[in-house]
């Protein structure tokens, strides 16, 4: 088991910063992927980005590509999504999760934590 929780959200203009953080705690961090996905009112969550278990590699959903950055700190069980030139469209539940598998691409989010609430005005 793997218990998550998001923090970081709140209140930005738009042009604006945040970042989120996602503190784990249970079983070995290392050995699971990281991702972030986000849901915004009406619509269906959506994935936003992903990291690898070392870091090496990550993935991004092409509306947040050069904008927004996914790291981890495994001697910290934590993951970040750093959100830089934030947009209205950007207003959403964020969420963490977890997966044992080892790419980016492939395997199901097993754990999931509780959201964090990201407001973007114009």
């Known amino acids: 088991q793997v218990q998550l929780v998001e923090s970081g959200g709140g209140l930005v203009q738009a042009g604006g910063s945040l970042r989120l953080s996602c503190a784990a705690s249970?079983?070995?961090?290392?050995?699971?992927?990281m991702g972030w996905f986000r849901q915004a009112p009406g619509k269906e969550r959506e994935f936003v980005a992903a990291?690898?278990?070392?870091?090496?590699?990550?993935s991004y959903a092409d509306s947040v590509k050069g904008r927004f950055t996914i790291s981890r700190d495994n001697t910290k069980n934590s993951v970040f999504l750093q959100m830089n030139s934030l947009k209205p469209e950007d207003t959403a539940v964020y969420y963490c999760?977890?997966?044992?598998?080892?790419?980016?691409?492939?395997?199901?989010?097993?754990?999931w934590g509780q959201g964090t609430q990201v407001t973007v005005s114009s």
């Open positions: 249970g079983r070995t961090f290392t050995s699971y992927t």
């Open positions: 999760a977890a997966k044992s598998d080892p790419t980016l691409y492939s395997g199901t989010y097993s754990y």
């Open positions: 990291i690898t278990w070392n870091g090496g590699r990550t």
